[in-house]
């Protein structure tokens, strides 16, 4: 059981590249999130999605988008990279409703340099 | 909106001894659920114990239990019998129980364990 896998681990972008990284779980969780982690702000919501198609902004969205075009995947974009982009990025699943009292299931985060 | 506050950035502690990391946080809302995620230097967010609101009798799993006053919005952890393994980054979290069930985060504490 792999739970959320997250790819790349590791990635080093020049600012304006863009690229995608790819979050897939197989919990047949409903909800999908992507965080973002820097020093002495703890994680902060970047996107979620509470089902199949459907994508909600959370508190940092600028700068990202996000796809969820099938149930196990949740795919988060930057168009044009930023060096204020450069952060460690994580994915976490969950069940839907009373599920919750289960908490998240993480991936193991991507580290994301931007020059 | 949720808030999550962690006012202690550092936290030390002797081996074998026990330490307490504070947690309050402030929501309008009577039902939700808090954790404690250990973080340590590998990345990987791992769940370390879970209170639900409505629950008076506050939370155990092994060495680790918290004081949660729920009038006082406040849900600390106590670590008994520390050890070396404990060292690593802690992030205290509320989650709500509406449609997305968004965990929101402190900042964090870092806690060492010396010898």
């Known amino acids: 059981n792999a739970g959320v896998t997250q790819t790349p681990k590791f990635r080093v972008l020049k600012t304006g590249q863009s690229m995608t990284l790819l979050c897939a779980q197989d919990m047949n969780h409903e909800y999908m999130y992507w965080y973002r982690q820097d020093p002495g702000m703890g994680l902060r919501l970047i996107h979620y999605s509470v089902g199949e198609g459907t994508t909600a902004k959370g508190e940092v969205p600028d700068g990202y988008n996000v796809s969820r075009l099938k149930k196990q995947n949740f795919l988060l974009g930057l168009e044009s990279a930023a060096p204020s982009q450069t952060s460690v990025y994580f994915c976490?699943?969950?069940?839907?409703?009373?599920?919750?009292?289960?908490?998240?299931?993480f991936g193991s985060g991507t580290r994301l340099t931007v020059v | 909106a949720q808030t999550v506050t962690q006012s202690q950035p550092e936290m030390s502690v002797q081996e074998a001894e026990t330490v307490t990391l504070s947690c309050t946080y402030d929501?309008?809302?009577?039902?939700?659920?808090l954790f404690w995620y250990k973080q340590p230097p590998s990345r990987q967010m791992i769940l370390v114990i879970r209170q639900e609101a409505y629950k008076q009798q506050n939370a155990t799993e092994n060495r680790f239990s918290v004081n949660f006053q729920k009038a006082a919005k406040s849900f600390s952890l106590k670590i008994s019998d520390s050890q070396l393994g404990d060292a690593a980054m802690y992030f205290c979290?509320?989650?709500?129980?509406?449609?997305?069930?968004?965990?929101?985060f402190g900042t964090g504490t870092r806690l060492q364990v010396t010898l």
């Open positions: 979290a509320h989650r709500n129980t509406g449609t997305a069930s968004k965990l929101t």
């Open positions: 929501t309008s809302e009577s039902d939700y659920y």
């Open positions: 976490a699943s969950s069940y839907a409703g009373t599920g919750g009292a289960g908490g998240y299931t």
